[in-house]
Structures are given as structure tokens and as C-alpha cells.
């Protein structure tokens, strides 16, 4: 993850050059490069304070978040003035985050704060820990549940967490499902477009569970990219109904 004037520029090369796979190419750009703005800026000065630093890498994320409060509740109030927000409650913003409840003013800004200490917390990790093996589809750094899948060069299946970013091996010469651990080739597959084969979506005959893959190896692209393009998948999941209709028959 880069940071700095460098990282919004990778940001904002990426944006143009996906903005067709990226949901459609309905993604605002503005107000994706406004956050991303703020998020890295975040990041930036979080990583530069020893103390934040050093409970960020001891601590799960919410017990760090917890602990280091007073500071993401001031952020908060300080996001919000920069997203124009107003009548902010920085401690009701954060619980309504916690809660799901977008219509408490400063959910948004709540969004940005926790997301930039997480961001933070998986490149601490990353850095300490590397890529580890973690069949599931559970983030191990901040808990968020992951529906995207990036297939490498190297024949190996990484989940993508869309909240902090981080990424982990699923498995390695065969795509084996994140929620069962199911490795069977012929109840676990992969529904993608006969001649363009950039994004898939993945079924498990055994639990039933899906996920959207990036199969084109080509994409580089920040990591919180990844499932914003992968949400293209969807158009094959008529497939993976009619497939089931017929008793998982392809």
C-alpha cells in the first residue's frame, strides 16, 4: 500500500484504466479519490506516531480501537468537517458504524476513520507476518467478511479483505472453497465467459456458498479495488442458478 502523493496517483491511474469493470463504471470518481485523500493522509500521520503504532500491532482491531478512542472519535469530528457533515456526534457517528445505522450524522466519516486504523493494522501485519494460509472468508486482520477471490500467476487462490485490504492464501494448484474447505473439482468450480476470462464467480456444490474471482492476472490495482471489480462477476450468476435447477449438473 502506498501512501503520499504517489499512492492517490496509483489510485486514480487505476480508477481510469478499470473504470469499465468497476461496477459498471458507475463508481464516483470524485468522491472515491476525495476519500482515498483522506484515508491515506490518515494513514500517513497514524504511522508516524510510535504509540499508535505499537497498540495497533498488539491489540485485535476493535480492542485497539477502543483504547486508542479519544483519537478516532477527534478524527472523526475532523473527517467530518472535511466531508461536510454536519451536527456530528463523534461517539454516536462511531457506535451507529459498529451498528450499520447510515442515517446517524457522521456515519460516513465514522466509515473513513475506522477504515484508514484498519488499513493501517493489516500493512502492520503484512509487514510482520507476510501472506498467510487462512481457509476462510473471514478477514484475520480486521473480521470483515471477504466475497472476493484473486487467482496469481502462480496458481494460488488469495482472498481480498474490502475493508483493510489485506490478502490471504485460500490454496494453492486447486481452487478449494474459503467457507468448507471443500476441494473437490467437480462440486467446487468457477463460472466464467467462454473467450474473456478477467472475472469468474465461483459456486460450492457441498455448502452452497458463492464468490466473485479475479481470474486475469493482468489487473494491478490497490487491493480495495479488487472487489469493486470483481462485483462485475455477477452477471454470471443466472448460470449458477440454472446449474443448480438442474441438480449442480454443468
Known sequence: MSTGPEGIEEFKAAIHRYKHLLRGGEIDYDAAVRVESIELEIIERLRSEESIVRVLEAEPLERALARLRDRVERLILEVAERMGEESVEPARALEAFYTGDTSVPGFS?????????????????????????????????????????????????????????????????RLVCPYCGNSDALSVGIFSGKKTKRLGLAWCQKCGSTWRVVLDTSIRVPRLLLPLIAHGAEIYRPFIRDSAGRGGES
Open 109 to 173: 466519516s465514522a466509515l473513513v476513520v475506522v477504515q484508514a486504523f484498519a488499513r493501517l493494522k493489516a500493512k502492520l501485519y503484512e509487514d510482520s507476518n507476510g501472506i498467510i494460509k487462512h481457509v476462510s472468508p473471514v478477514c484475520p486482520v480486521c473480521g470483515a467478511l471477504s466475497k472476493t477471490m484473486q487467482v496469481g500467476g502462480d496458481e494460488k487462490y488469495y482472498m481480498i479483505c474490502p475493508f483493510c485490504g489485506y490478502k490471504w492464501l485460500v490454496s494453492e494448484g
